[in-house]
């Protein structure tokens, strides 16, 4: 399978959640028809309120909430690619990632921009002219794949720009592109 496409298309999506002072919390998702996100077509910001306190362990429980807020609607999706880990452990202890891809039913990849202690099997892939990497884990699809992705993802830096902008549009509130009007599918 080449690089980026996946048998029948669909959507992918790059996510991320910024919580607010005030409380709750904003998700963006930008989305493209491609793995590698070469062309963003789309992008939503969706707003949770109450936002569960941060728990060790249980993260995805604060994180899934508003993931699902923002990716409600979008049809035909077949990728997510999260910031963080979908997996804590060689064992496959769930994190993030696992869960998404326990409740959308679609591969996640995650891509965590820090080592964690007990995910010694993450995937380190540098990108751009970084000398620190990336840490991939993927939950629904093979590591190894998911790191490929990861590397031919658009951007020339460390972070694809997907995720970049996910981030931005996320802290900041506002959509990717101010061409989206309506959701695919």
């Not at 005030?22 to 028809?33: D, I, K, N, P, S």
């Not at 996640?108 to 921009?113: E, M, N, P």
């Amino acid at each position: 399978m080449e690089v980026g496409k996946r048998p029948g298309g669909g959507v992918f999506a790059a996510v991320d959640v910024h919580y607010q002072s005030a409380g709750g919390a904003r998700a963006a998702a930008v989305l493209a028809a491609g793995a590698v996100f070469s062309g963003v077509p789309a992008g939503y910001v969706a707003v949770a309120a109450g936002a569960m306190p941060c728990r060790p362990g249980r993260f995805f429980l604060r994180e899934l909430p508003p993931l699902r807020a923002v990716l409600h609607g979008v049809s035909g999706l077949a990728l997510l690619v999260a910031d963080g880990y979908a997996d804590l452990a060689p064992d496959g202890r769930p994190g993030l990632g696992a869960h998404a891809h326990a409740a959308l039913g679609i591969p996640v990849i995650g891509v965590a921009k820090s080592a964690f202690r007990t995910a010694t099997h993450a995937i380190p892939v540098l990108r751009g002219t970084s000398v620190r990497p990336l840490f991939i884990t993927a939950a629904g699809m093979p590591r190894d794949h998911a790191a490929d992705l990861v590397r031919h993802m658009a951007g020339p830096f460390r972070l694809p720009d997907a995720l970049r902008r996910a981030d931005t549009c996320a802290r900041r509130g506002l959509p990717p592109r101010t061409q989206e009007s309506s959701r695919p599918g």
